[in-house]
């Protein structure tokens, strides 16, 4: 699995954007990149995730390099809500074994007033 | 739909006891996992199940045991408590690989 590696925390003011950076640069071309957070005390919540393309939802919008080495998690209009550690994960989808995320330890992000 | 449900929400065991960690989920989700955080450190992979009557070993399976007897229902049990296994844990229940519905967690702590 490739390794990730984010900063250990960020602080961001409310009604700003949050770019939270990952580093995958041991990512394999089948890899694909996932977000989720955790909001204090309760279990994590998938957020997005991409393999080559930008990707975006409602909750978010994840940036990839061309390299795909590294990618930038953005929450446009970050609120006192957002605050929370947000994950990322680089994950294959094969069958078996492949069906586990491995997890580190994540940004912990302050979204200020 | 409840999503992940996991009960107790709290325990508090003494060392050697052994209980059970109940998890359900009611979006008939083929996939179930259970995981432990510890302070300073990610999510730990228990043991996950790929099916009704298949699971397999994560990261850290040394003192728990599971199965899967419906699709709905994924227990972990503690077989004889130690204070190693303070933790909080979470089950989730995915039907792909990225997506993965957490329950609240259980917290539990070893005397």
């Known amino acids: 699995d490739a390794k990730t590696t984010q900063p250990t925390s960020m602080d961001c003011a409310e009604g700003r954007a949050a770019n939270l950076p990952c580093n995958h640069s041991?990512?394999?071309?089948?890899?694909?990149v996932y977000w989720y957070r955790q909001i204090h005390s309760q279990g994590p919540q998938y957020i997005i995730h991409?393999?080559?393309?930008?990707e975006t939802n409602e909750m978010a919008s994840l940036i990839i390099t061309e390299d795909r080495k590294s990618s930038t998690l953005i929450l446009p209009h970050a609120t006192l809500r957002d605050t929370a550690v947000y994950y990322c994960?680089?994950?294959?989808?094969?069958?078996?074994?492949?069906?586990?995320?491995?997890w580190g330890l994540g940004t912990s992000l302050a979204v200020n007033p | 739909n409840a999503g992940v449900t996991q009960t107790p929400k709290f325990q508090v065991l003494k060392t050697g006891q052994s209980m059970t960690l109940q998890c359900a989920q009611d979006?008939?989700?083929?996939?179930m996992s259970w995981y432990r955080q510890d302070p300073g450190m990610g999510l730990r992979l228990i043991h996950y199940?790929?099916?009704?009557?298949?699971?397999d070993q994560g990261e850290v399976p040394n003192g728990y045991n599971v199965s899967r007897s419906t699709t709905e229902d994924f227990p972990l049990r503690l077989l004889s408590a130690a204070p190693s296994q303070t933790s909080v844990y979470f089950c989730a229940s995915y039907s792909s690989l990225y997506e993965q519905y957490f329950g609240p967690g259980t917290r539990l702590t070893v005397t």
């Open positions: 994960i680089v994950r294959g989808l094969g069958a078996g074994n492949n069906r586990k995320l491995i």
């Open positions: 979006m008939n989700h083929e996939y």
């Open positions: 041991t990512i394999s071309g089948n890899e694909y």
């Open positions: 199940s790929v099916g009704a009557g298949i699971t």
């Open positions: 991409g393999l080559k393309n930008n």
